[in-house]
């Protein structure tokens, strides 16, 4: 079975809802930098080495996104370049903790 995260903005979510991470095209620059893109542009999935996130469809900007351990020798250093570049929350929806690069 995969490990699933959840990627939140760095602020804590308010009376509004969740903190926007940023817009679609913020989000596929700054990850397109670290390896991980659309296979075709406009698509929601994004493929990286070991992983896979997923946006969600037609929201814009992005609240969360899901990401998934395709691949588990390599995804861990992917997952924490992430988070620690991109400055993102990754929560473990099943255990409630959070990564911390």
């Known amino acids: 079975m ?26 596929i620059k700054a990850l397109d930098l670290l390896n991980t893109s ?17 946006m969600p469809p037609d929201k814009d900007p992005v609240d969360q996104m899901l990401l998934t351990i395709v691949e ?10 992430i988070s620690r570049i991109c400055q993102w929350r990754m929560i473990d929806p099943e255990t409630g903790r959070e990564l911390n690069p």
């Open 2 to 27: 995969n490990q699933n995260f959840v990627i939140l903005s760095p602020e804590e979510a308010g009376k509004n809802g969740l903190v926007p991470i940023g817009t679609r095209a913020e989000i």
């Open 38 to 54: 659309p296979e075709r542009e406009g698509e929601d999935v994004l493929w990286g080495p070991g992983i896979r996130i997923d």
């Open 72 to 81: 588990e020798e390599i995804a861990f250093l992917v997952i924490m370049r």
